[in-house]
């Protein structure tokens, strides 16, 4: 006879049919770096301990995503999610989910934990990377910490942490001179390079589009040093690839403001202190951390999750009437 199996778990369903297969979740609020276009210079107010998901909740979350509600892929964020501590245990229980498990970084502490995550399970990582230039990177992050990303960076790749890629934002008269630079620097290293529109999501509120520089921007900057052909996007990934023309390297343009992708957005967050966003910029919240504290069963926290999703927007609408920016900020939200 053969081994019953369990059945699929019904599709994470939005009403607009959209189906969620990834989730990201936060593991920290806190950031080691200050970056300009994030925080003001003495930081946030940080979550307190108390209020953070312990591992076997964030375990048990991730669990029923996986389990339950079809959850392929889990990306673990922060803040910068290498301050978690005993993150390489935490990730090699992860792992055992059967979910593709992935890391976005600053990458200031990654040369020393690459391969032990490696080996705990981690499939691949995302470095932000503004800059290649030692003064530049101090007074965007405020802290002189460029060698050791760098050394994040080679030690993820020499891991096997494969594809590594290397997220910039690139901003108007801040570092948009250093396009090509960070593509050239990607191809030499192996990396695989990503540009990202910058978005309304800083703790101080003084986001100015006129400072975005569009991906239509980027893309003319690039074409005048390569030719590109199109790669397109795989499935509902939020970047737009293309081919360096004579080599086998691909540049990513997430243009999250000027070609929003959310008729094909498969993500939900879940933020270090267990509240879940149906999007990036939902302006509210559902308390999985309570429905946990409480009590609840499996059961009960699967409906809560599916209402959650069930009740997602169309769309961010940044540049529409009306726009409302989410309480919370990037880095308590989780990339």
């Known amino acids: 006879?053969?081994?019953?199996?369990?059945?699929?778990?019904?599709?994470?369903?939005?009403?607009?049919?959209?189906?969620?297969?990834?989730?990201?979740?936060?593991?920290?609020?806190?950031?080691?770096?200050?970056?300009?276009?994030?925080?003001?210079a003495q930081g946030l107010d940080w979550l307190p301990k108390p209020e953070l998901l312990t591992d076997d909740e964030l375990l048990r979350l991730a669990g029923i995503a996986v389990r339950r509600l079809g959850i392929r892929t889990l990306r673990l964020t922060g803040g910068e999610p290498l301050l978690r501590?005993?993150?390489?245990?935490?990730?090699?229980?992860l792992a055992e989910l059967g979910a593709e498990l992935s890391l976005t970084t600053n990458g200031v502490g990654l040369a020393r934990l690459a391969p032990?995550?490696?080996?705990?399970?981690?499939?691949?990582?995302?470095?932000?990377?503004?800059?290649?230039?030692?003064?530049?990177?101090?007074?965007l992050t405020r802290r002189d910490r460029l060698a050791d990303v760098l050394a994040g960076l080679a030690a993820a790749r020499d891991a096997g942490l494969r594809p590594v890629k290397v997220n910039a934002v690139p901003v108007r008269g801040v570092n948009d001179d250093e396009l090509v630079e960070l593509v050239e620097f990607a191809v030499r290293g192996g990396y695989r390079m990503r540009f990202i529109e910058s978005m309304p999501l800083d703790a101080q509120g003084t986001w100015d589009r006129a400072a975005m520089v569009t991906a239509e921007e980027v893309l003319a900057v690039l074409g005048g040093r390569w030719r590109l052909t199109p790669v397109?996007?795989?499935?509902?990934?939020?970047?737009?690839?293309?081919?360096?023309?004579?080599?086998?390297?691909?540049?990513?343009?997430?243009?999250?403001?000027?070609?929003?992708?959310?008729g094909g957005c498969d993500r939900v967050r879940l933020t270090a202190d267990g509240q879940l966003r149906n999007c990036l910029f939902a302006t509210a919240e559902s308390d999985l951390r309570a429905l946990l504290r409480s009590g609840a069963d499996d059961a009960g926290i699967e409906a809560a999750w599916r209402a959650c999703v069930a009740g997602k927007g169309p769309?961010?609408?940044?540049?529409?009437?009306?726009?409302?920016?989410?309480?919370?900020?990037?880095?308590?939200?989780?990339?």
Do not use: Q
């Open 85 to 93: 501590r005993g993150l390489p245990g935490l990730v090699e229980r």
């Open 232 to 262: 397109g996007r795989h499935g509902n990934a939020p970047a737009e690839e293309w081919r360096l023309d004579g080599t086998e390297h691909v540049v990513g343009v997430i243009a999250s403001v000027t070609r929003p992708f959310c």
């Open 116 to 139: 032990e995550l490696k080996r705990a399970g981690l499939h691949r990582a995302n470095v932000s990377l503004d800059t290649l230039r030692p003064e530049r990177y101090a007074a």
């Open 1 to 40: 006879m053969a081994p019953r199996t369990s059945p699929a778990p019904a599709p994470l369903a939005d009403r607009f049919g959209r189906v969620h297969t990834d989730l990201r979740i936060s593991l920290t609020d806190r950031c080691n770096l200050r970056c300009t276009y994030c925080m003001p």
């Open 315 to 335: 769309g961010h609408r940044i540049g529409e009437a009306g726009f409302e920016r989410p309480a919370r900020s990037m880095s308590a939200i989780g990339g």
